[in-house]
């Protein structure tokens, strides 16, 4: 079946650093991917998505890059803040086009 | 514009009862989603409401269904209660029908003893 994993657990960063979180899905047809912050006792946030005709978009200080070749995704957050501390997942959409299929999440920690 | 919201916050329940867990969808949104999260892990995929009619469902028993009604709020009903039910349990409403831009309610933390 589908998967999607992740390359690290765990992130700690320096407040005003830049961090980069990645993933990997399994299923080349992939058509849609998205990012979620999770900050402990929240339900997940929406951060950004991106679909498979495009390879990077960019939002607020969040930029999201997809290498379809190596079937990778990466959040890059730029200058980054305590506040950005919580568990990042990345989500693919299921071949049927229904579900999301969750990793297990990065979780960040900025020190001040 | 009302985001997602989910009751109750908390439930503890005990092996083999009943439990319904409730969510309204965010305004302007027909489509809910309810995903199951155990401790450390990403959510699972329980099924999704479209319009009032299941559109979707991943790997879970029978034992687990909803609803979704007319205003698109929507139910998840888990009967004969196992402790490996025990999860924070999302929902998750969207524009249309599919997996795209799910915008996540807080949660019900579920506690099976």
């Known amino acids: 079946g589908e998967s999607v994993g992740l390359h690290l657990p765990t992130l700690s960063v320096q407040e005003g650093d830049n961090s980069i979180i990645n993933c990997a ?3 080349s047809a992939s058509d849609y991917f998205i990012w979620y912050k999770q900050e402990s006792g929240k339900g997940p946030q929406f951060i950004i998505d991106i679909r498979s005709n495009m390879d990077k978009r960019q939002g607020q200080r969040v930029t999201v890059l997809l290498n379809k070749t ?7 957050i730029a200058a980054t803040q305590p506040g950005d501390s919580a568990v990042y997942f990345c989500a693919v959409g299921d071949q049927a086009g229904t579900a999301l299929i969750f990793g297990k999440g990065t979780t960040l920690s900025v020190s001040s | 514009e009302t985001g997602v919201t989910q009751s ?7 092996r083999g009862q009943q439990v319904t867990l409730r969510c309204s969808s965010q305004s302007g949104h027909n489509t809910v989603s309810w995903y199951q999260q155990a401790l450390g892990q990403g959510p699972q995929f329980i099924f999704q409401y479209y319009r ?8 879970f028993p029978p034992r687990f269904s909803g609803l979704q009604f007319p205003n698109y709020s929507s139910e998840l009903n888990v009967n004969a209660l196992e402790l490996d039910d025990s999860a924070l349990y999302l929902c998750a409403s969207s ?10 309610g807080p949660g019900t933390r579920l506690l099976v003893l």
């Open chain 1, 25 to 27: 899905y399994s299923n």
């Open chain 1, 70 to 76: 190596v079937k990778h995704l990466s959040l890059q």
């Open chain 2, 8 to 14: 109750p916050t908390h439930l503890i329940k005990t």
């Open chain 2, 52 to 59: 009032e009619e299941e559109n979707g469902r991943g790997n």
């Open chain 2, 95 to 104: 524009l249309y029908g599919g997996a795209e831009t799910q915008y996540f």
